[in-house]
């Protein structure tokens, strides 16, 4: 049992570290400069990393749900203690993380499909900052969530 749990989360800070650096380096590479729009290049290894990173976030799911589940100081629906708090804050801003990659997600491709399309870069600007600030929303929640399983320990 004890290499079981070791081994889940062991998982689960991989994919900790994929997802976050998955939108650290999105944020990072498409931040260069908000008044000009990124290149094809640079929209295909953004794109490219997607699987990536919504692998990550559904591995992040499953091993979270198990280290709770296993945990002898989880008890349902009960905040007495620091750990259960925190857990359920975590949670909380989990499910943010997944909502603002969601829609930065949604953003990437409504910006990649007018570009394609050659629309004018005035009508996609709005689109593309919109999806930068949801980009440094969810690794600053990221950011968060890793104090938070700091404080768990």
């Given at each position: 049992m004890d290499f079981l749990l070791w081994a889940v989360r062991s998982l689960h800070l991989v994919a900790v570290i994929a997802w976050l650096g998955g939108m650290m380096y999105q944020t990072a590479t498409l931040r260069g400069d908000e008044a000009s729009l990124p290149d094809a290049t640079t929209r295909k290894s953004i794109a490219s990393a997607r699987p990536l990173v919504?692998?990550?976030?559904w591995t992040i799911l499953v091993t979270g749900v198990a280290l709770m589940l296993f945990s002898p100081r989880f008890v349902f629906f009960r905040y007495q203690d620091v750990w259960s708090v925190l857990l359920g804050l975590k949670q909380l801003v989990f499910v943010a993380m997944v909502v603002c990659a969601y829609g930065t997600a949604r953003m990437f491709t409504r910006v990649d499909?007018?570009?394609?399309?050659?629309?004018?870069?005035?009508?996609?600007l709005p689109y593309y900052r919109q999806m930068?600030?949801?980009g440094r929303v969810t690794v600053g929640?990221?950011?968060?969530?890793v104090l938070m399983a700091a404080g768990m320990t």
């Open positions: 919504w692998m990550s976030v499909e007018f570009l394609r399309q050659g629309k004018d870069e005035k009508d996609v930068l600030r949801l929640l990221g950011l968060v969530a």
